[in-house]
C-alpha cells in the first residue's frame, strides 16, 4: 500500500510541475537556488481578543524537498527565505513566514515528498 502512494504522488508531483510549475528562485543570505515550484494560497481565520476575525491569507509555493537546496545541502524552509517570482516581466519577492505564529512550512501530504511553505509577497520591482 505504502508502494502505491509513492507512486501516486510521484504521479502527482510531476503532473504539477509539468502543467503548474514554474522556476523560481529560492534565497537565504547571499545563496540562490533555482526551482520548479506550484504556487498555491491558504486561508486562515482567526478570531480576536475583541471576538472580531481577521482573515489571513498565504501566498504558498509547493517545492519538492529534494530541490530544497542550498550549499549542496538540503535544508528545511526557515523563516526570512525569500522566493523571487516573475509576475507580469516583473520580478516580485515573496518572505517565507510562519503561518498564524506556527510554522512556516507544512508537508503537501503523508508521503513527504513536497513543502508547502507559506510566505507574504514583500516587494516588486522591474
Same mark, same amino acid.
Given at each position: 500500500?505504502a508502494? /502505491?502512494?509513492?507512486r501516486?504522488?510521484k504521479?502527482?508531483?510531476d503532473?504539477r510541475?509539468?502543467h503548474? #510549475?514554474?522556476? @523560481?528562485?529560492?534565497?537565504?543570505g547571499?545563496q /540562490? *537556488?533555482?526551482?520548479? !515550484?506550484?504556487?498555491?494560497? *491558504?486561508?486562515?481565520?482567526?478570531? =480576536?481578543e475583541d +471576538? &472580531?476575525? *481577521?482573515r $489571513? /491569507?498565504s501566498?504558498?509555493?509547493i517545492v519538492p @524537498? &529534494?530541490? %530544497?537546496?542550498f550549499? +549542496?545541502?538540503a535544508?528545511?524552509p =526557515?523563516? #526570512?527565505?525569500? @522566493? /523571487? !517570482?516573475?509576475?507580469?516581466?516583473?520580478? @516580485?519577492? %515573496?518572505?517565507?513566514?510562519?503561518a498564524?505564529g506556527?510554522?512556516? $512550512?507544512?508537508?503537501?501530504n503523508k508521503?513527504? #515528498?513536497? %513543502?508547502?511553505?507559506?510566505?507574504k509577497r514583500i !516587494? *516588486?520591482r &522591474?
Amino acid at each position: 500500500m505504502a508502494e /502505491i502512494m509513492r507512486r501516486r504522488d510521484k504521479a502527482l508531483r510531476d503532473f504539477r510541475r509539468k502543467h503548474r #510549475g514554474e522556476v @523560481v528562485h529560492l534565497k537565504r543570505g547571499a545563496q /540562490i *537556488t533555482p526551482v520548479t !515550484a506550484t504556487r498555491a494560497r *491558504t486561508e486562515h481565520d482567526r478570531v =480576536e481578543e475583541d +471576538g &472580531s476575525v *481577521t482573515r $489571513w /491569507i498565504s501566498n504558498d509555493w509547493i517545492v519538492p @524537498v &529534494s530541490e %530544497y537546496v542550498f550549499a +549542496g545541502q538540503a535544508v528545511e524552509p =526557515e523563516p #526570512g527565505d525569500r @522566493v /523571487i !517570482a516573475v509576475e507580469n516581466l516583473k520580478h @516580485v519577492t %515573496y518572505e517565507v513566514v510562519p503561518a498564524q505564529g506556527e510554522h512556516c $512550512w507544512d508537508w503537501l501530504n503523508k508521503s513527504h #515528498g513536497d %513543502y508547502r511553505v507559506f510566505s507574504k509577497r514583500i !516587494a *516588486t520591482r &522591474s
